[in-house]
Each structure stands twice: as C-alpha cells, then as structure tokens.
C-alpha cells in the first residue's frame, strides 16, 4: 500500500528526524503535524510545540489553534516561517 509520507521520507536529507511524526503544510495557511508532544508557546504570532528530538516554532500572524488533541495539532494563519530546534 502507498503510503505519502514514507515514501516522502525516502527522498528527504536526513529523514531521521522526520520518523517520529508528520507534517502537512497547505499553502502556507493551514499547518497540521501528526506526532506532537506538547504546546510550548501559543500567540498569534509565534505557536511552538514539542516533537520527538525537538521543538517546532510555526512563525506568521494571526495564526490560532484549529485543533489540539493528543496526538495531532492544526494551525491556521499566514505562516512565515517553520524551524525544528
């Protein structure tokens, strides 16, 4: 079975760091990670959360939580910039 994000992982620098969860940006409005460990920061202008290995800063505005559970977390807003630390 194909499966979108392994077969993303197999084409990616350093995918070691992707194994752990997964990401889908559309567009640059929508954000939607799969594999969170937890909301670090959350304002309009800056959400961060842990992920396995690090953290993930989303930076844009007005920017604002669609969807927070357990495992998964989805932004909306106009996203400037995503950093892994």
Known sequence: M???????????????????YNIINISNKI?????????????????AFKVKNGRMVVEG??????????NTIKISGKVKKMELF
Request: charged residues 30%; hydrophobic residues 40%; proline residues 0%.
């Open 61 to 70: 505005s007005d920017m604002f939580l669609l969807e927070l559970t357990e």
């Open 31 to 47: 954000i939607y990670v799969e594999g969170h460990k937890g909301l670090v920061t959350l304002s309009k202008e800056i959400i």
């Open 2 to 20: 194909f499966n979108f994000f392994n077969e993303l992982k197999k084409n990616v620098k350093n995918a070691e760091s992707l194994e752990n």
